[in-house]
């Protein structure tokens, strides 16, 4: 009994020492807190040569895979996508054929044991520029074989190409996840976004490898191949510039090819999941948009019930994440919000506790850059967002971190979602420094007008900004913003804790040294989702605030106690 009672007693100090460390949301709403880019650093750099070693070609022959990546389907099924051939880059360009060569995967618990064998199908796509002086593309041959019955938490091996080539990859290894549980979670979740090809993106990934996460979120904008010209040269510096004298935005898509070799040694063992960003767009003279974004990548649209691969969902464990589209019909009466609606209506928070949701832009953004860009979309949302009482929005687009205090409809909510912005991926337009709050600095209603959809700025009518369009200090909702490079980290404790970490690239060679720690603490019976009988959301949440430790550590304390009768032992701390 005494051994018992001192493993209780160390393992409560542990607790009450965690939580003296790393803060929770349960102490908020945090009094907004700036970290300003640090002026001894360069705001950004260029992209990567395409001749560098981790863009270039490595396979001596063409038909050798390469580019290969993972991607959820359904909790016992996995995508694996590859790229083949030679992509042709000219004036006159003639498609490769798919049929030309198989799409394989073999894959089996050990290693060079394959007992499992699948097949799947092949694509290609061409970026056309009907212009003088502009080049057209067409890619190499683009496979995706999903590979079924797979088991939880297991490692796979395995090898995908063209058996009769032969033309085989060498042997890769994958863990698959849990199944959808209250129990079960991945190891770690890694978060980035808008990364592009620079030496700061390399910085970022190399980081975020070493993490070792069990899953990949990129909130959009991967390769940035639309700030090129189709002959290769650079075009302009930032995505709202137009190209001088050009019939069209153009695009170099071997950026493409390269940020996939680049990715490679992430997303052949980790499965990644994207979004579509506003780089993703790419038009072509015909209209077409998101050509290679929508044949490169492979997405568990039909699985999840939607009709479009620019909005999905799927399960990790016991965490359910909705990918949501910005570039496509976000509009209450369209079809990705009856899916949303939908889909949000099945989940079952006692198999999946946490409800995660991503998109591209933020919603709640107190930088220049960017400001109220998507407010529009917000409000289209949000209700339902907050009704389903979805716990961590990530987003991108802001090149720049910031963590909101809980928020609903520009109002501090104890039940509204911790929204998290995380474009600091390190791509080529540089860091943001600029705050809407800073003199001068605050953008016009009509400044920041999304590439798709309408502008629907917000004067604000009550609070300290009543009626402005910019705060004069930082925002209330506003937790924490800082100016620099970086990655997040989230780890799922259990049904009500999450820590989630914010790693600054500048601090990739110090020890346990963090940008941003919190626990993220959800309180499932103060917000609860829906009334039963009506199937209704409560409106608002309790100000009490309930851990779910708490109602564990009392037991302990009370069987202490009974078996303590000599003495008594108090606690003095509320987590």
């Known amino acids: 009994m005494t051994l018992l009672i001192m ?45 560098h070693p981790r863009l270039r070609k490595r396979n001596v022959s063409s038909d050798f895979p390469e580019q290969i990546a993972l991607a959820l389907s359904t909790p016992t099924s996995m995508w694996v996508s590859w790229v083949t051939g030679d992509a042709i880059v000219g004036k006159d360009v003639k ?63 395995y090898r995908c190409g063209d058996s009769s080539a032969p033309a085989m990859s060498e042997e890769i290894s994958f863990e698959t996840l849990p199944l959808p549980s209250k129990d079960a979670y991945p190891h770690r ?27 990949v979120i990129i909130v959009g904008d991967l390769t940035y191949a ?31 090819d390269a940020w996939g070799r680049f990715m490679e040694p992430l997303t052949s063992k980790v499965p990644t999941m994207v979004i579509e960003g506003n780089h993703e767009i790419e038009p072509q003279a015909s209209g077409i948009t998101f050509k290679s974004y929508s044949e490169r990548f492979a997405v568990p649209a039909s699985e999840s019930g939607s009709n479009s691969n620019f909005y999905y969902s799927f399960d990790a464990g016991g965490v359910h994440f909705v990918m949501l589209g910005a570039y496509v019909d976000y509009n209450n009466t369209g079809l990705q919000y009856a899916w949303l609606k939908e889909d949000l209506s099945k989940v079952d928070r006692a198999v999946t506790p946490w409800l995660v949701a991503t998109m591209h832009p933020p919603w709640y953004n107190s930088y220049s850059s960017h400001y109220q860009e998507f407010e529009c979309m917000r409000q289209e949302m949000e209700e339902l967002l907050y009704q389903y009482r979805v716990d961590i929005v990530f987003a991108g687009h802001v090149h720049a971190y910031e963590r909101m205090n809980r928020i609903y409809n520009y109002t501090l909510d104890p039940c509204g979602p911790v929204y998290i912005t ?38 604000y009518t009550s609070g300290p900004a009543k009626g402005k369009f910019c705060w004069d200090r930082q925002p209330d909702w506003s937790a924490f913003r800082e ?93």
């Open 483 to 575: 100016s620099s490079f970086g990655h997040g980290i989230l780890e799922v404790m259990n049904s009500t804790h999450a820590l989630w970490t914010w790693q600054r690239n500048q601090d990739v060679y110090k020890e346990d040294s963090y940008g941003d720690q919190i626990y993220i603490v959800r309180q499932p019976t103060i917000c609860i989702s829906r009334e039963a009988d009506e199937g209704r959301e409560k409106s608002g949440g309790d100000k009490s605030r309930v851990s779910s430790i708490t109602i564990p550590m009392f037991i302990c304390i009370f069987f202490i106690c009974l078996a303590c009768t000599s003495r008594s032992i108090v606690f003095g701390h509320d987590i």
């Open 226 to 256: 639309n700030q090129y010209r189709t002959i290769g040269g650079k075009g302009v510096p930032c995505f709202s510039c137009s190209f001088p004298d050009a019939p069209i935005r153009e695009t170099y898509q071997p950026r493409w």
């Open 189 to 215: 979740i890694a978060f980035v976004g808008d990364l592009g090809l620079t030496s700061n993106t390399t910085t970022t990934i190399d980081h975020l490898m070493e993490n070792d996460p069990s899953l």
């Open 7 to 51: 493993i209780t007693l160390t393992s409560i100090s542990l607790l009450l020492a965690a939580a003296d460390t790393i803060p929770t949301t349960l102490d908020g709403p945090f009094k907004p807190l700036t970290r300003r880019f640090e002026p001894s650093l360069r705001r950004g750099s260029d992209d990567l040569p395409m001749d």
């Open 95 to 157: 498609p490769l054929d798919p049929s030309s060569i198989a799409s394989e995967v073999w894959y089996g618990k050990e290693k060079g044991n394959y007992m499992l064998k699948k097949k799947g199908n092949a694509t290609v796509y061409s970026q056309l520029y009907p212009f003088d002086g502009l080049l057209n593309y067409t890619s190499g041959i683009i496979h995706h074989v999903l590979i079924d019955g797979l088991e939880p938490e297991t490692r796979y091996y």
């Open 422 to 459: 995380i474009g600091d991926g390190g791509n080529i337009e540089k860091v943001d420094v600029d705050f809407a709050d800073d003199p001068g600095k605050c953008p016009s209603p009509g400044d920041n007008i999304p590439e798709i959809g309408g502008s629907c700025p917000l004067n």
